[in-house]
C-alpha cells in the first residue's frame, strides 16, 4: 500500500515538473543591446596621506580601489610608509598604536580626531601629519583640526603644509 502511494506521489511530481518546465516561454531571436561594457570594474581613486621626509611634512598620493573614511586614511598614516616609499625615504612619526582613529564634523567645518593615545604625547610632527592628512581626506576643506586622546587635547590647527 506504501509503495502504491509513493508511485503516486512520484507521480503527480513528475507531472509538476514537466508543467514547470514549459510555462509559456517563447524562444526569441537575439535582442541587440549595444557594445558590452568596459572600463575598471571599480572605480579607481586616491588619497594623500602626510608623510616624513627629512624631518618635514610630504604629501604622497596613493591609489585605493574606491572611497574611504577619514579614520581608515588616517589608520594608514599609523601603518607607515608602503615599502616603495620607504626606498623614497620616507617615514611617519604616527604610532601605530594612535590608532583606531574617530573623526568627528562639527559645526563650522571644524574637525576632531581621537586617538587612542595621549595627543600631548606625540610629537609636533606627529600632530602635523594628521591634521594635514585628515583635512586632506575631508570631503570639504576643513576650518581647523583638533586631535584629541585619552583626555589630552592639541588644537585646533591648520595644516602648515
Known amino acids: ?11 503527480a511530481g513528475l507531472i509538476s515538473l514537466v508543467a ?6 517563447r524562444p526569441s531571436d537575439v535582442i541587440p543591446a549595444g557594445d558590452p561594457p568596459s572600463g575598471a570594474v571599480e572605480p579607481i581613486t586616491t588619497i594623500t596621506l602626510y608623510l616624513v621626509e627629512n624631518d618635514r611634512l610630504s604629501a604622497v598620493t596613493r591609489p585605493v580601489g574606491g572611497p574611504l573614511f577619514q579614520a581608515d586614511t588616517l589608520a594608514l598614516l599609523a601603518a607607515g610608509p608602503t615599502a616603495r616609499e620607504q ?14 582613529f574617530t573623526v568627528t564634523a562639527m559645526p563650522g567645518r571644524d574637525l576632531v580626531v581621537t586617538l ?3 595627543a600631548d604625547e606625540l610629537s609636533a610632527l606627529a600632530v602635523e601629519q594628521i591634521v594635514c592628512t585628515a583635512a586632506a581626506a575631508a570631503s570639504e576643506r ?6 584629541i586622546g585619552a583626555g589630552q587635547s592639541v588644537g585646533p590647527r591648520n595644516c602648515p603644509g
Not at 1 to 11: E, F, I, K, Q, Y
Not at 20 to 25: D, E, L
Not at 142 to 147: I, K, L, W
Open 1 to 11: 500500500m506504501r509503495t502504491g502511494l509513493a508511485r503516486r506521489v512520484l507521480a
Open 20 to 25: 514547470v518546465a514549459g510555462c509559456g516561454v
Open 87 to 100: 626606498a623614497h625615504g620616507l617615514t611617519t612619526d604616527v604610532p601605530p598604536e594612535a590608532g583606531p
Open 116 to 118: 587612542s593615545t595621549p
Open 142 to 147: 576643513p576650518a581647523q583640526v583638533t586631535v
